[in-house]
């Protein structure tokens, strides 16, 4: 059974970083991907970075050059590094493993999220 815990959620200013971890747990073949998706309120989840096993790295074109999502060499735990926040990267950030990096609904496993809050 997999498992995924995030951590580093918080609130921060506008221009600010945060850091996001996700450390997983009995990852397979067909979960090797590890990805981070968020949801604001009221808003439809969405993909934001995503990492595979070998380390090649997706980012959606809203955080491309703001956030960087890397990966340990125990391919276990995974980091999502934030800066140049804007507001508008205010959500609930979920870990999710999946079998395929780009495809969004190959994530099947998830973890409970962390809140990112970014001020003005």
């Known amino acids: 059974q997999v498992q995924l815990v995030e951590s580093g959620g918080g609130l921060v200013q506008a221009g600010g970083s945060l850091r996001l971890s996700c450390t997983a747990s009995?990852?397979?073949?067909?979960?090797?991907?590890l990805g981070w998706f968020r949801q604001a309120l009221g808003k439809e989840r969405e993909f934001v970075a995503a990492?595979?096993?070998?380390?090649?790295?997706l980012y959606a074109n809203a955080v491309k050059g703001r956030f960087t999502i890397t990966r340990t060499s125990t391919r276990d735990t995974v980091y999502l590094q934030m800066s140049s926040l804007k507001p508008e990267d205010t959500a609930v950030y979920y870990c999710?493993?999946?079998?395929?990096?780009?495809?969004?609904?190959?994530?099947?496993?998830w973890g409970q999220g962390t809140q990112v809050t970014v001020s003005s």
């Open positions: 990492i595979s096993w070998s380390t090649q790295t």
């Open positions: 999710a493993a999946g079998s395929i990096l780009q495809t969004a609904t190959s994530y099947k496993y």
């Open positions: 009995g990852l397979t073949s067909s979960t090797k991907n």
